[in-house]
């Protein structure tokens, strides 16, 4: 059974800075590209940012692009989504999810809706 827990969201000012946390079940984790997406009330999940097994690649949706980081640490099966300078626009529930890849992570995570296994996410809230 895959399991992906997210954490850390929050209400937060234009201008702030939130840190997402998914702890990923074993099975999960191991060797796989890991994404974080969001789902905006009334839209589309969307693809925010991947990361490869090692953490010596990544890619960012080009609405994030400078402002998020991507991160992971192996040994705590845990992959981060570290937000700065949000904007209300960033407000959304964020996912995150898995490929066995970073070859399958550039075919699935631009199309989100071709994943399962979700968690439940985390609410990020941006005021004005």
């Known amino acids: 059974q895959v399991q992906l827990v997210e954490s850390g969201g929050g209400l937060v000012q234009a201008g702030g800075s939130l840190r997402l946390s998914c702890a990923a079940s074993?099975?999960?984790?191991?060797?796989?590209?890991m994404g974080w997406f969001r789902q905006a009330p009334g839209k589309e999940r969307e693809f925010v940012a991947a990361?490869?097994?090692?953490?010596?690649?990544?890619y960012y949706a080009d609405s994030v692009k400078g402002r998020f980081t991507i991160s992971r640490d192996n040994a705590k099966n845990t992959v981060y989504l570290q937000m700065n300078s949000l904007k209300p626009e960033d407000t959304a529930v964020y996912y995150c999810n898995a490929a066995k890849s970073w070859q399958g992570a550039l075919a699935t995570f631009p199309r989100p809706s071709v994943l399962d296994s979700w968690g439940q996410g985390t609410q990020v809230t941006v005021s004005t």
């Open positions: 990361i490869d097994w090692s953490g010596g690649r990544t």
């Open positions: 074993g099975r999960t984790f191991s060797g796989s590209a």
